[in-house]
C-alpha cells in the first residue's frame, strides 16, 4: 500500500488546514476511500461569533470527496450540544438532522455527515472513518466476527451491523468509554474507525489496521481479483451497433418518468467481469463498500439479451427485465429501507 503523508507537509499545518491535510491522504488511496465515501473530523477550540472559546468539531460534509478536499467543504459544529446527546435512549434519523443544524456554527456550511455523531461521541481529537477495501474483505463474510478477533484480537472494537444513525453512534461511544484503551473500531458490514491525539496518529492506525487485514486475507489464500481472458462476442464496432439498439429501447423503458442520458461503457475491466461465468451471481451479491451504494444503489440490473438482433426482441427483453428490476427495488424499499434500522442482509459471493 502507497502512502500518501509527508511529514514535512504535515508539520506546518494545524487545525483545520491540518485535518484537510490528513483527509486528502486519505482519499488519494483508492484501497481506502472511493469518490464521496468516508468522513474524517477533528475537535478544537476556537472562539465563537462573540469571541468565547468554543470546543468544536469540524466535520466534513456529506457527500464531498476525501481526495480533493478543501477547507470549506467542512461544517464547524459545537461539540459540547453534540455530546449531550450522549444521554439519549433513541433519535430518528429526522431528529439528528435537525439537531445538527441547530449546532451548526456557521450558517450556510455543508450539510454535516450522517456520521457526525460518531465522531462527536469518540473522546480523541482526530478521527478518521474508511470503508476500506481490505477491512470490508473481512466485514463482508458469513464469519466476520471470528476472524476480527483472529487479526486484531481484543483491543479493537467490534460493532455489529447497523444502518449509519444515533444507535450505530452511540454503540461506538459506548464502546469506548468501555474500553478505553482501544485501537480502533470495526463496523460490521461496514468499515473502520480509527482515531488518534494528531492527525498522523489517526491516519497511520488507519494504515496499520488496513494493513493487517491484508496480510491476513493474503496468508489465508485470499487473492485479489484475477484477470481472465475475453469471452464477449462479436467485434467492438459489432458490438458497438447492438448497443445502440439497446440503448434505444433502455431509454424507453428507463424513461417513463423522467429523461435519461446512457453511457455506454467498454472499458477492459468491464469486459473481463463479463467475460466471468459468474458475472450474473456476482453482479447480484451486493455492494463491497457502502462508498458504491452513494452513487449505484444496491443491486443493477443484470440485463440477458436474446441472441437475435431482431429489435422487437431486444425491446421485449429490456422492458421485462426493466420492469422485473423495478419491482424487486420497490420490495427491497419497503423490506429494508423502510425500517429505520434493518439488519445486514447475510450473503455470500458465490465461489
Ligand atoms: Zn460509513
Same mark, same amino acid.
Not at 165 to 186: D, M, N, S
Given at each position: 500500500m502507497r502512502r500518501y503523508w509527508s511529514?514535512?507537509e504535515a508539520? @506546518?499545518l494545524?487545525g483545520l488546514d491540518a485535518l484537510v491535510y490528513a483527509t486528502r491522504a486519505i482519499g488519494q488511496d483508492p484501497e481506502l476511500v472511493l469518490w464521496g465515501g468516508g468522513n474524517s473530523s477533528a ?6 461569533? %462573540? ?6 468539531l469540524w466535520m466534513k460534509g456529506s457527500g464531498s470527496d476525501m481526495r480533493n478536499i478543501a477547507a470549506k467543504q467542512f461544517t ?11 444521554? #439519549? ?17 456557521? *450558517?450556510?456550511a455543508p450539510k454535516p455527515s450522517i456520521e457526525t455523531?460518531l465522531h462527536? =461521541? +469518540?473522546?480523541?481529537?482526530h478521527v478518521y472513518h474508511t470503508h476500506a477495501d481490505w477491512i470490508c &474483505? ?26 449509519p ?10 464502546? +469506548?468509554?468501555?474500553?478505553?484503551? $482501544?485501537?480502533?473500531?470495526?463496523l460490521?458490514?461496514h468499515g473502520l474507525v480509527t482515531w488518534g491525539?494528531?492527525p498522523k496518529?489517526a491516519y497511520q492506525e488507519t494504515i #496499520?489496521m488496513v494493513?493487517? &487485514? /491484508? @496480510? =491476513? +486475507? %493474503?496468508?489465508?489464500?485470499? #487473492? ?10 462479436? !467485434? ?6 447492438? &448497443? ?8 424507453? &423503458? +428507463? ?7 446512457? $453511457? ?8 473481463? =467481469? ?12 451486493? *455492494?463491497f463498500t457502502p462508498d458504491h451504494i452513494l452513487h449505484?444503489?444496491?443491486?443493477? %440490473? ?5 441472441? !437475435? ?23 427491497? =424499499?419497503? /423490506? ?8 445486514? *442482509? ?6
Open positions: 511529514d514535512r508539520a @506546518r494545524e475537535k478544537v477550540t476556537m472562539k465563537d461569533h %462573540l469571541g468565547r472559546a468554543t470546543r468544536v464547524p459544529l459545537r461539540l459540547d450540544e453534540l455530546g449531550a446527546l450522549m444521554d #439519549r435512549e433513541a433519535m430518528s434519523d429526522e431528529e439528528m438532522v435537525a439537531y445538527q443544524t441547530k449546532c451548526t456554527m456557521e *450558517p450556510g455523531l462527536a =461521541f +469518540i473522546p480523541a481529537p &474483505a473481512l466485514t463482508d463474510t458469513s464469519d466476520s466476527q471470528k476472524m476480527i478477533r483472529q487479526v486484531y484480537g481484543e483491543d479493537v472494537g467490534l460493532i455489529p451491523y447497523l444502518r444513525g444515533f444507535t450505530l453512534a452511540k454503540l461506538v461511544g459506548e464502546a +469506548i468509554r468501555k474500553q478505553p484503551g $482501544l485501537r480502533a473500531i470495526v460490521d458490514k491525539d494528531t496518529a #496499520r494493513q493487517e &487485514a /491484508r @496480510r =491476513f +486475507i %493474503l496468508h489465508k489464500g485470499g #487473492r485479489p481479483g484475477r484477470v481472465r481472458t475475453l469471452r464477449v462476442p462479436g !467485434t467492438p464496432r459489432e458490438r458497438r451497433e447492438r &448497443a445502440a439498439a439497446v440503448m434505444v429501447a433502455l431509454r424507453g &423503458a +428507463i424513461g417513463r418518468d423522467e429523461r435519461m442520458l446512457l $453511457l455506454h461503457e467498454e472499458a477492459a475491466e468491464v469486459l473481463r =467481469f463479463l467475460s466471468d461465468p459468474r458475472a450474473k451471481a456476482l453482479s447480484q451479491v451486493g *455492494p449505484t444503489k444496491a443491486l443493477p %440490473l443484470f440485463l440477458e439479451l436474446p441472441k !437475435t438482433d431482431a429489435l422487437e426482441a431486444i425491446d421485449q427483453a429490456v422492458r421485462k427485465g426493466v420492469e422485473q428490476y423495478r419491482q424487486a427495488y420497490a420490495r427491497y =424499499f419497503e /423490506r429494508d429501507l423502510a425500517k429505520p434500522e434493518a439488519a445486514a *442482509p447475510q450473503r455470500e459471493p458465490p465461489r
